[in-house]
């Protein structure tokens, strides 16, 4: 049987790894504790953040039927937020996202789903893939110790662009870098209910770009969770700067804005996501190169929102098939 190494245990990798799983052996191997990549959710205490994602949507028949199962086992649920558009401190637009198209998330954590995809599958976490090599028609995978991972008919890489770019620069010229751009998310907890009466926000005119109430949705908490992101302009600019004056500054975009006190705050985190979007598409689904075996999958080949990392596992899963 076929032998298939996946780098990348986000949802673009997950999904191929369950399509093809059965028709071929397939590992995926990822540096972190946890699946999802930026599908993911941190705790601290009695407080729950999605930092990364904060919900998605759905455009295409494929990618709802391939949500059913795990909206009936409950596993994905609609978040019908009260949603508000700033202009600056002030509100400019008001709806209510269950009068709408559902607005999805992971219950009871937006991992949840990368969880459930990856049940069954064999994937390493914890395991940093730090250098490829192509020799006797296999590809050698090894960890950052050195130590050997196996050797593999096929390579994917389902990591962003520059990551994969850097394990193996010589697909830049057959699948193009985009300009990836950053992202700070602030994370506070409080021991009090905040006087706003909405629970997701998308901001204009300011250094903050998005408000989330994250124990409104599904499943979560009751503890009071705010995720704060940045603008990407914000965070490509100061992506080196000490923490406490990227804290400070987006709290008092925060306060500027919503009315929101950061310094009431119990629990205040920050995570600087370096690869957040793609600013400009690829103009394929996928790359793949059969002749040397290897190929390249990620929601930067068309946008970044979680139904394009799966649009682009399915776009190779279908090249495979063939080819196995």
Known sequence: M???????AGLAGLTLARTLAGRAEVRVFDKARGFGGRMATRRAGPFQFDHG????????????????????RGAVARWDAEFVEFDGPHIGHRRCW?????????????????????????????????????????????????????????LVLALPAPQAHELLPDTRSLAPEPPMTACFSLLLGFDEALA???????????????ISLDHSKPGRSAAVSVVVHS?????????????????????????????????RAVHVDLHRWRYANV??????????????RVAAIGDWFIQGRVESAFASARDLARTLESLL
């Open 279 to 292: 600013g400009r598409q690829t103009g394929g689904k996928s790359f793949i190169d059969a002749g040397r």
């Open 53 to 72: 994602a904060q919900f998605f949507t759905v455009r295409s028949d494929d990618f709802q039927a391939f949500l059913a199962p795990f909206v009936d």
């Open 2 to 8: 076929t032998r298939i190494a996946i780098v990348g």
């Open 231 to 263: 603008t990407n302009r914000f965070a490509d600019a100061h992506l080196g700067d000490e923490r406490e004056r990227v804290v400070a500054h987006l709290a008092g975009e925060l306060e500027r804005v919503a009315g929101i006190d950061a310094a």
């Open 196 to 210: 706003v009466d909405w629970q997701a926000a998308f901001v204009a005119g300011a250094d903050i770009s998005w």
């Open 98 to 154: 269950a009068d709408g198209p559902p607005h999805y998330v992971g219950v009871p954590a937006m991992n949840a789903l990368p969880k459930a995809l990856a049940e069954g599958l064999d994937v390493r976490l914890e395991t940093r893939v730090g250098a490829v090599a192509h020799a006797n028609g296999f590809w050698q995978l090894h960890a950052d110790d050195d130590n050997e991972l196996g050797a593999w008919d096929w």
